[in-house]
């Protein structure tokens, strides 16, 4: 055990002591910094009847922004959020397109160009027992 | 330098920190419920988790606490959180009950919409009492006749629409009227409206306002002895419900006589044992349907809750007889059936779903029209009815074709009671 | 060691009798650090408090009971605000009674007073952004008592309100006032005040030629004795904030509807109490305004402390500033006591 004299003990243990604060202080600062008053964002959606996406119907639903396919297979949904930085892409003659940085995608949302690397991610849906589409963003 | 105290100050310093974190962590976890009807936040349930749901029409994932009892949504400190709370732990108390049960999405708007119990239990001559004012006043000259001029506060009544409504009755201030009397009234005999604190004592115990029937206390309370029906002193009650048993009116009615000579009231003093002694108190004539079954089984929504008019009697707005469910020697019971969904009887079979009620079936309906849900007609002409709260089944002849020599238009009480009536 | 920022700040040396902490009670220090300590606690509550009528009360629950440590980081800031008060009047006394004001010290002393003036404002303000029932009727008096100003009342109403009644502008202007206004000239008169007090030849000592010894402590003598008075007080406060909070009370609903409690925060009792004797511009103000007056003019009419005699407690020279400053404060105590008292 190294020798200590009694002036550098104290000062040690108050620069511990003092440090041991310091790290108490910022790990509270931190839970005061990180609670959140807004709540929770809308992760499911009812989209109404089922039947308001009849066989064959590409319909783009801009307030989640997704686009709802229903074909042979049955539904499924893309995000229209561009995977880039988060624009809303837009329809256009082959597919969609980001109007921000042009990022292109086909219609089933593969990446097919421009900044963004990753294709548009499909998002859940099922139906509930009343024949309601619903839309789920996880 | 002094290193020491340098030392003591960091050591204090910590500590003070690890005491102040200590103290915080001591806080509950806030738990939060958004109600679906406001979308605000709401922390109550931080502390009372264990709260029973009040009722299955007012589930608390709709409404909260808030929308009913007020209070500091967001506080977690007791005294703050409840000082902002409406009517104490009673909000449906009648001095608030406008902002807590009223309101025009809930319980206050027109009859139409079935939605007037504010406006009737106001004017209601269980909460004006109206009546026994009007009475006492008049027996001791501080009024020409019987026709009410002053309740337990001032009402006005815009519509009428009986014969006997009154527009409005002044509130009672006994104070102004000379006779020692009407003092000893005042000071007496004022402690059996829907808005009065009950007297002491466990027989007597309910709450105000709308509470005072539909928070029921509980049948099988066992913490002390419960004579006429009551609940132990200032128990909690959590409940909302249509299904009242007798034990409720009791809290009220039957709870002994008045001696007008001394002004007193004079509890029934007998200890009774089992439901046909505890129902009515022991002077009382009565036939085996008045104690098998509970008030509310005969005693329909305008005549307990009023019809919107202010009233001088109770006679004004009773008028139930025995003939309404057994019908005379000569006549059925009026019936009704049902063919419109949204009929009332039909929502209150859904409250309270002792019979399954659909449209199509045939129940019992009095003179004025209202249906007696709880019943029906059965295809052998014979009738049933099934308790609002005891959901015991009984199934009834009607008068005509039986043994019964009476004639049908004395509806008198004493007039059936006269071969009806229990011995006890 | 190499001095740093904080040994510059601080003279090389100072003479060890100015340091003594039974001469100047470390008064003005903890002041300074008090005022350190109410802008981080006041910053953090800006994260979460929210300016406007229908949201203050509630973003101040959110803060006390639902933000992790938000209660403490509150209860912070109001104990230190009163702290500060009660601070700055010890800091006031002790250089009354040490006739530390005498010449060059006159104008710095002035620049204190107003400090102490400011700091007061600053509590009043912060107060009101509480916008519950506790400080419903502290919010109609004390901005009504600026309508019986003669001539200009009404017009240092309306810049003081932005409205004729107490608002959302109201409001907000508080705000403003809270943050940055008040806080701006308090900073620059703290600098200017520290500047001084070094300018001047540093804490009131008699000359070199009369002081009873020579004795002088190192910059980091100093600025050390300052760590420890900023680390008790520092923990004084930590502690305390953990165990009492705050004040608070219901949200304001409605502007007319009578509150249950109609006292004036504790620092205006003693004014309070003056406004029950009759006319409120002249109890309200103009009496206040009088006793400032007199404070200010201490260093100017009142016979001046004598060199020798600078550098201890109750020097004999300047007796009767000390009568004066005692009868004062006295008189502020009692009257608040008896507000205390008769308050219903």
Known sequence: MPEINRRDFLKLASAGLLTASGLISAAA?????????????????????????????????????AVIIHDENGFSAISLICTHLGCTVEQDADGFSCPCHGSKYSSDGKVLQGPAKKSLPTLLTEQNAEGHLILYLD | MNYKLLLLASLILFLSLITAWWITSRVPTPVTLTPSLSGQEEYCITCHADLPEISSSHAVKTFGCVTCHGGERLALDKDLAHSTMRGGKNPSDLTVVEQSCGGENCHSGSALEMQDHYQRVQTSIQSTYAGAIANIRYTFGAQPDLTARQGT?????????????????????????????????????????????????????????CSACHSPAPLNSSKNSKDFGGTTQGSQVHTLTTAIPY???????????????????????????????????????????????????????????????????????????????????????????????????????????????????????????????????????????????????????????SACTQTGTDQSSAYCHKCHSVKR | MRPNFFHHLHPPSIPAAQSRWCYTLGAGGIALFLMFVLGLTGILEVFYYIPTPENAALSVQ?????????????????????????????HLVRVVFTGSYAPPRRFNYLLGLALFVLAILLDFTGYILRWDQGIQWALVVGTNLLKTLPIIGDTMYTLLMGGTNPGAASLIRFYAWHLFGLSLIAVIFVG?????????????????????????????????????????????????????????????????????????????????????????????IAVPLIILLVLSLIPYILPQPIESELGRWFPKSNRLAQIILGAIALIVIILTLIALITNV
């Open chain 1, 29 to 65: 600062l931190f839970r005061f910094l990180s609670y959140s008053t807004e709540p929770a964002t809308q992760s499911e959606f009812d989209l109404g009847d089922a039947s308001n996406f009849p066989v064959g119907s590409h319909k783009v639903v801009a307030d989640i922004p």
């Open chain 2, 153 to 209: 506060y001032a009402v006005k009544d815009d519509v009428i629409s009986t014969d006997t409504g009154l527009p409005s009755l002044e509130a009672f201030t006994p104070a102004s009227d000379q006779n020692p009397a009407i003092q000893l009234f005042a000071n007496n005999c004022l402690e059996c409206h829907i808005n009065a604190k009950p007297r002491e004592g466990i027989s007597n115990n309910r709450f105000t306002g």
């Open chain 2, 247 to 401: 034990t409720q009116c009791n809290t009220c009615h039957n709870r002994g006589n008045y001696d007008l000579r001394q002004m007193t009231f004079i509890e029934r003093n007998n200890k009774p044992a089992d439901r046909l002694h505890k129902y009515y108190q022991p002077i009382a004539e009565f036939t085996r349907c008045e104690y098998t079954l509970d008030c509310l089984d005969c005693h329909t929504r305008i005549e307990a809750m009023g019809d919107g008019d202010i009233h001088s009697n109770k006679k004004e707005i009773q008028y139930i007889r025995c003939k309404t469910c057994h019908g005379t020697p000569t006549e059925l019971p009026l019936t009704k059936t049902l063919t419109d969904p949204n009929d009332i009887a039909i929502r209150q079979a859904f409250l309270n779903p002792v019979v399954d009620l659909k449209v199509g079936d045939t129940v019992l309906v009095t003179e004025q029209g209202e249906p007696l849900w709880n019943t029906r007609a059965l295809p052998n002409g014979a009738f049933q009815m099934v308790g609002k709260s005891s959901k015991q089944v009984f199934n009834f002849n009607p008068v005509l074709g």
């Open chain 3, 62 to 90: 959110t803060i006390s009971y639902l933000v992790p440590f938000g209660g403490l980081i509150r209860n912070l800031h109001f104990w230190s605000a009163q702290l500060l008060l009660l601070v700055s009047a010890v």
């Open chain 3, 192 to 284: 200017w005040h520290a500047f001084r007090v070094r300018r001047d030849g540093g804490i009131a000592l008699p000359p070199p030629s009369l002081r009873a010894n020579n004795l002088r402590i190192s910059r980091f003598v100093l600025v050390r004795r300052e760590v420890l008075a900023m680390l008790f007080t520092g923990a004084a406060l930590i502690l305390i904030s953990a165990f009492l909070p705050a004040p608070i009370a219901a949200p304001i609903k409605d502007m007319t509807a009578p509150a249950a409690d109609a006292s004036a925060p504790w620092f205006f009792l003693w004014v309070q109490q003056m406004l029950k004797w009759g006319d409120p511009f002249l109890w309200g």
